[in-house]
C-alpha cells in the first residue's frame, strides 16, 4: 500500500498550475534523479551554495546567485542584508534594528501579503503614491537616511514608476533595490533586463517558472552581497578557530551567531533540484508540457452548452491559459466547489471568479486530466 493510501489523502487534478496550495508541479525525471543523488551524499553546505551559486550565475549570467527555500526567502535574505550589511552585531540583532536605516519603500500598487517577507526580517514598510500612479518626486521626497532599501515588483501596471526609474532616483541617493520576481522569469533574457535597469538584488522562484523543486528559489546579487545573505541563513554551530567561511577570511573570530535566516534553510535536495531544472529549462525553453491537454480540454467545452472558452496568454508563466466563462445561473464560486469535491477533485484558479470566470493552467497537467476536467465541468452545467 501505497503512502498516499495511509494516509487516506486524496489527489487532486491541478488546473491551477505552480501554486503552492497545491504543492507546485510534477517534477522531471532528471530533477528527481538529482535530487535522489544528493540524498546519498553529505556536503559542507556552504560549498555546495558557492559552487551552485557560481554555477546558475553563469548559466543565466547573472552577478551572483544563491538558492533559497523560496522567492519569499530569497526577499527576506536580501532586505536582511539592506538593513546588516556585513556588521555582525547587526546580523545577530535582527529582526531588531536599533540603530541604522530600516525603512524599506514601496509603491502603494505594489503592496502584497508577501511584504512579510520584509518585515519578518525587521523592515519597516514605507508606502509611497497612489493605487494608481506614483511620480518621481514622490520616490525622491521619500528617501533620507531610514531607508534601507526600495522593494519594485514586476508585473504591475498603471501608471508606475517603472524599474529603471525607480533605480535611477534610488542610486542616487546610494539606496539599493529589491525586484520581487517571483513569477516573472521567463524567458530569461527577463533576469539581464532587470540588472541592466540597475536592480540591485532579484528573488526569482525556483518552483514555478523552471520547474524546479517547489520548496526552491533564488536570490540574485553582486557575490558580496550573496556571501552576507549566507551569513543570515547557515548553520554556524562551528568553532571560531576552525571557521572557514568567507573564503579568505583573517579574522576569525567574527563568527557570527545563527542568523534570522536559520528557518529558511535550503537542503541538498533542492540545491541539485534546482541546478538541474535550470539545465533544463535552457535546453527547452519553450516547454509545452500540458499543451495537450490545454487543447483537449478546450476542444470538449467548447461543445459545452453555456459555457464560454477564451484562450488567454499568461505572460508569467508564458503559457496558454483556457479562461472558462458559465451562464449566470451558475455562480463560479458554486462551480469551484463543485468540481473541487466528488472524483476526480479539480481545482481551478479562482483570480477571476469575481467576474463569473474560472482559469485553467496546464503546466501541472498530466496526460488525460484535460478531458477529465471538461468531463466533470459538463457533468455539472448538465445538472445544474
Known amino acids: 500500500m501505497s503512502v498516499i493510501k495511509r494516509l487516506e489523502v486524496t489527489p487532486i487534478i491541478n488546473g491551477v498550475g505552480p501554486a503552492t496550495r497545491l504543492g507546485g508541479l510534477p517534477l522531471s525525471e532528471g530533477v528527481l534523479d ?23 550565475s553563469n548559466l543565466l549570467k547573472v552577478p551572483g546567485a544563491l538558492v533559497t527555500c523560496g522567492a519569499s526567502a530569497a526577499i527576506s535574505l536580501a532586505t536582511a542584508v539592506c538593513l546588516t550589511g556585513n556588521n555582525i552585531s547587526r546580523i545577530a540583532d535582527l529582526p531588531i534594528v536599533e540603530n541604522g536605516p530600516k525603512n524599506v519603500i514601496i509603491q502603494k500598487s505594489h503592496r502584497d501579503p508577501y511584504d512579510h517577507a520584509v518585515t519578518a526580517v525587521g523592515g519597516v514598510i514605507k508606502e509611497i503614491g497612489f493605487p494608481t500612479s506614483t511620480f518621481p518626486n514622490e520616490l525622491e ?89 549566507m551569513l543570515h541563513h547557515l548553520d554556524m554551530d562551528e568553532r571560531p578557530g576552525t571557521w572557514t567561511f568567507p573564503e579568505g577570511a583573517n579574522d576569525k573570530t567574527q563568527l557570527p551567531r545563527n542568523g ?63 479562461h472558462v466563462a458559465f451562464a449566470k445561473s451558475l455562480s463560479a464560486d458554486d462551480l469551484y466547489l463543485k468540481l473541487a ?4 477533485r479539480v481545482i481551478l484558479g479562482q483570480e477571476f471568479a469575481w467576474r463569473g470566470t474560472l482559469t485553467i493552467n496546464p503546466m501541472a497537467l498530466i496526460e488525460g486530466e484535460g478531458v477529465k476536467i471538461a468531463e466533470k465541468i459538463r457533468s455539472i452545467v448538465k445538472n445544474s
Not at 37 to 48: D, K, T, Y
Not at 142 to 166: M, N, Q, Y
Not at 179 to 201: C, H, K, M, S, W
Not at 270 to 279: D, K, N, P, S, T
Request: overall charge negative.
Open 141 to 229: 521626497s521619500a528617501l533620507d537616511s531610514s531607508i534601507a532599501a526600495i522593494l519594485w515588483r514586476a508585473g504591475k501596471t498603471g501608471d508606475l514608476l517603472d524599474l529603471a526609474t525607480t533605480c535611477k532616483i534610488a542610486h542616487s541617493f546610494n539606496v539599493p533595490v529589491i525586484v520581487d520576481a517571483a513569477l516573472f522569469v521567463t524567458p530569461i533574457e527577463r533576469l539581464d533586463r532587470y540588472f541592466q535597469d540597475g536592480a540591485d538584488f532579484v528573488a526569482i522562484s525556483g518552483g514555478k517558472a523552471l520547474r524546479g523543486p517547489h520548496t526552491s528559489g533564488l536570490l540574485f546579487a553582486q557575490p558580496s552581497n550573496i556571501r552576507t545573505a
Open 34 to 56: 538529482a535530487m535522489r543523488l544528493s540524498s546519498s551524499q553529505s556536503f559542507r553546505m556552504e560549498e555546495l551554495h558557492l559552487a551552485a551559486g557560481s554555477y546558475i
Open 341 to 344: 469535491a466528488g472524483e476526480p
Open 260 to 322: 534570522i535566516a536559520r528557518a529558511m534553510k535550503v537542503g541538498k535536495e533542492q540545491i541539485l533540484g534546482l541546478v538541474v531544472a535550470i539545465e533544463e529549462h535552457l535546453i527547452n525553453a519553450e516547454y509545452s508540457k500540458g499543451d495537450l491537454e490545454i487543447n483537449a480540454c478546450e476542444s470538449e467545452l467548447k461543445k459545452v452548452p453555456g459555457v464560454t472558452v477564451t484562450r488567454v496568454f499568461d505572460e508569467a508563466f508564458m503559457v496558454d491559459n483556457l
